[in-house]
């Protein structure tokens, strides 16, 4: 109980950060829905039926805005200085993982939220269904789990921000792979049973790796 | 003691120069062409397939050896197992880009592109992306204690990604043949594997083990010896 709450306040303190400065949830909604007009532009021009394509554009501008909120999670904490504060804090050093990465999730939920009404109307599709919302919340978790973690990573190497998406893609592709076979498969009216298996993929890729991260932060916060 | 470790070294890769030439001979000349092929640029093709699943049990057993290394660095904070973690990345990502090369090769003749996006040739490249990035986030961190640990931690993560982006292969269908185990029906350029053609791949499989063990042996050293050069710079500086 105790544990869950220094988590909350780990959570709480970022959502507060964030409700003053809306740093983090501007850029990535506006890098969003600039990478969905993008695409619109781009494939308009090549393919016929815009659905096709449509839930890869989606995953895309998710993950690109994704990355681009990550960043700035530790950046934040490490300009400011306020990363030693936190790791001096009496708490379980997993405590500041599931902090950090629980805010993480609620900012891309956030971008998401805003996001998906436009897809819908840009694209005239149904993405309000309850599948492909699950599919988005599976998707966003496995995300910024393994996100938080090398955020925390890039954060301290020379590279900083251009190192993040080069080292969390390649881990990622699994969860792209199923949440945009997912999706299509929702829009597309094709019933679950038949995608199952993408669905049990995002949930084991969800659990395996929010657990190795879980054990592994203590190793990257260390100083 | 150095000298005498640095003997079997010798005794070690003129063996596994030795294994490899007789994998080339095993390949080339001695294999028999596979008996289903009809074209004479498939059945030429088709021989690189020992390389291909030579580099493939290569770059395997270097990537392995980074993880457990990997692992073991976390564990007992020893320097040397992030020497042999990093050994084996570099060495297992060489083979690796050795399976893409030959494969395309391969592939040219026989699937008449150089590259397609199927699941298990997606899954490779994949892979060699991540250790790519493994590669570059080393070169990224300059303090070496750190710089261990980050490369640790993100050992550990590129080798599960592995298995679980392969997994997506078994999901998607595949085009690729596969010569162990169940065939898959759907694929393209298949060949039975007859008693030679098996022994000429188990005798491959087994050079390449012997060169990569060598290789990452080679690659160990060089890595501490390079450890000792930074470290005496750091002293004559001080």
């Known amino acids: 109980m105790n544990y869950l709450r220094q988590v909350a306040a780990i959570v709480w303190k970022d959502v507060v950060a964030e409700l003053r400065t809306k740093d983090i949830f501007s850029a990535m909604f506006v890098f969003a829905l600039l990478s969905v007009l993008i695409f619109q532009f781009a494939f308009d021009l090549r393919v016929e039926n815009v659905k096709q394509v449509a839930p890869g554009v989606l995953w895309v501008a998710i993950s690109f805005a994704g990355v681009l909120g990550l960043n700035r999670s530790f950046a934040l904490e490490k300009d400011k200085g306020s990363m030693e504060g936190l790791l001096l804090a009496p708490v379980d050093r997993s405590a500041i993982y599931f902090g950090k990465m629980l805010g993480n999730v609620l900012f891309m939920l956030a971008m998401e939220a805003l996001v998906i009404p436009v897809f819908i109307i840009l694209f005239n599709l149904p993405l309000y269904l309850p599948g492909v919302l699950l599919v988005v919340l599976l998707g966003t978790l496995g995300f910024a789990g393994v996100g938080t973690l090398f955020s925390a990573m890039a954060v301290n190497t020379r590279a900083r921000e251009v190192l993040l998406p080069i080292l969390l893609f390649p881990i990622l592709v699994p969860v792209l792979i199923s949440a945009v076979k997912l999706t299509g498969g929702f829009l597309d009216n094709i019933p679950l049973s038949e995608n199952i298996n993408w669905l049990q993929l995002l949930v084991v890729f969800d659990v395996v790796f929010i657990a190795i991260a879980f054990m592994t932060f203590d190793y990257v916060v260390e100083e | ?238």
Request: hydrophobic share 55%.
């Open chain 2, 1 to 238: 003691m150095a000298r005498r470790s640095g003997r079997w070294l010798m005794a070690l890769d003129v063996v596994a120069g030795l294994a490899i030439l007789g994998a080339v001979y095993m390949a080339l000349v001695y294999a028999p062409d596979a008996a289903n092929l009809t074209s004479e640029n498939e059945i030429k093709a088709q021989h690189i397939f020992y390389f291909h699943m030579g580099c493939n049990v290569a770059s395997a057993i270097g990537l392995f050896t980074s993880f457990v290394a990997s692992i073991l660095f976390l564990v007992t904070r020893r320097r040397i197992w992030d020497s042999i973690a990093v050994s084996g990345v570099e060495m297992g990502l060489a083979f690796g880009i050795g399976v893409l090369a030959s494969g395309s090769v391969w592939a040219r003749p026989t699937w008449n592109t150089w590259w397609t996006w199927d699941p298990r040739l997606t899954s490779a490249a994949v892979t060699v992306l991540v250790y790519v990035a493994y590669l570059m986030l080393r070169g990224a961190v300059e303090d070496p204690g750190r710089r261990a640990r980050f490369a640790g931690v993100y050992g550990v993560f590129a080798f599960v990604s592995v298995p679980i982006t392969f997994l997506s292969i078994r999901l998607w269908r595949t085009i690729h043949p596969v010569v162990f185990g169940a065939a898959n029906p759907d694929s393209q350029g298949s060949f039975g594997m007859g008693p030679n053609i098996r022994l000429v791949l188990m005798y491959s499989m087994f050079a390449f083990t012997i060169l990569a063990i060598t290789l990452l042996i080679h690659r160990v050293r060089l890595e501490l010896r390079r450890e000792e050069v930074e470290h005496l710079k750091e002293q004559l500086a001080a």
